[in-house]
């Protein structure tokens, strides 16, 4: 275990170790036209990236019937959802599962701070093998504020018992970027260039996650 400079990463999930934004993006949009027949255009659905839950009932809430309820939204778009089950292993970026193997045996502390639900976070992590990586878990439904608060990365600290200082964030929505930035951590990017999106308030920028190593490097010798 590490005693000085960076000692912990702290993963985003969505976008970061699985390739779900666009997936996510592309199941709102069929759901809204296969279920009422509406068109939501892709400057609307960029609005879900890095988003929790409600941010898609909010996005899809102008094309539904008037009289719908966020609780019909959620059980219809879950029931849509169950009809064609994610395969998380099939999302996961290639490079995830060897990087995290990488940097536990450098005597790195991984945690995840994610804007998904709880019982979505297990079935990644169930699917997709990370369990033993990983030492903290803060999820959507530990938190009263959703990023862009810092809450959850404030929460996550805590939990490692380290300061803002010693940790290292890697995400990919400005968002969470600013969420981060705002618990006074130290954020990298991985860069999304398949959609638009604002990254700029990132300290890093990775083009990969297999850069992370480097970086950390850097980070340590930079003090």
Same mark, same amino acid.
Request: aromatic share 8%; with cysteine.
């Given at each position: 275990?590490?005693?000085?400079?960076?000692?912990?990463?702290?993963?985003?999930?969505?976008?970061? !170790?699985?390739?779900?934004?666009?997936?996510?993006?592309?199941?709102?949009?069929?759901f809204a036209w296969k279920e009422f027949g509406a068109?939501?255009?892709?400057?609307?659905?960029?609005?879900?990236?890095?988003?929790?839950?409600?941010?898609?009932?909010?996005?899809?809430?102008?094309?539904?019937?008037?009289?719908?309820?966020?609780?019909?939204?959620?059980?219809?778009?879950?029931?849509?959802?169950?009809?064609?089950?994610?395969?998380?292993?099939?999302?996961?970026?290639?490079?995830?599962?060897?990087?995290?193997?990488?940097?536990?045996?450098?005597?790195?502390?991984?945690?995840?701070?994610? +804007?998904?639900?709880?019982?979505?976070? %297990?079935?990644?992590?169930?699917?997709?093998? $990370?369990? +033993?990586?990983?030492?903290?878990?803060?999820?959507?439904?530990?938190?009263?504020? %959703?990023?862009?608060?810092?809450?959850?990365?404030?929460?996550?600290? %805590?939990?490692l018992g380290l300061d803002a200082g010693h940790c290292l964030v890697v995400e990919?929505?400005?968002?969470?970027?600013?969420?981060?930035? %705002?618990?006074?951590?130290?954020?990298?990017?991985?860069?999304?260039?398949?959609?638009?999106?604002?990254? +700029?308030?990132?300290?890093?920028? !990775?083009?990969? !996650? +297999?850069?992370?190593?480097? $970086?950390?490097?850097? !980070?340590?010798?930079?003090?």
């Amino acid at each position: 275990m590490r005693e000085t400079g960076v000692q912990a990463v702290i993963f985003d999930l969505d976008g970061v !170790l699985i390739d779900s934004e666009v997936f996510y993006m592309q199941r709102l949009k069929e759901f809204a036209w296969k279920e009422f027949g509406a068109d939501v255009p892709a400057e609307d659905l960029l609005r879900i990236v890095g988003a929790s839950g409600p941010a898609h009932w909010e996005t899809i809430r102008p094309y539904l019937p008037p009289s719908f309820s966020y609780e019909d939204f959620r059980l219809r778009y879950h029931r849509f959802g169950e009809r064609d089950p994610v395969n998380y292993r099939e999302l996961m970026f290639g490079d995830v599962a060897g990087l995290m193997r990488g940097l536990r045996e450098e005597g790195y502390r991984l945690a995840l701070a994610t +804007s998904s639900p709880q019982e979505k976070v %297990a079935q990644v992590i169930q699917d997709c093998g $990370l369990s +033993s990586y990983l030492e903290e878990i803060v999820t959507r439904d530990q938190v009263s504020r %959703a990023k862009p608060d810092p809450e959850i990365y404030r929460i996550c600290l %805590a939990r490692l018992g380290l300061d803002a200082g010693h940790c290292l964030v890697v995400e990919d929505s400005p968002i969470g970027i600013r969420a981060g930035k %705002a618990a006074g951590i130290t954020v990298a990017a991985r860069r999304e260039t398949r959609y638009p999106l604002d990254q +700029s308030e990132a300290d890093y920028m !990775l083009e990969q !996650l +297999s850069e992370l190593p480097d $970086l950390l490097r850097h !980070l340590q010798e930079k003090g």
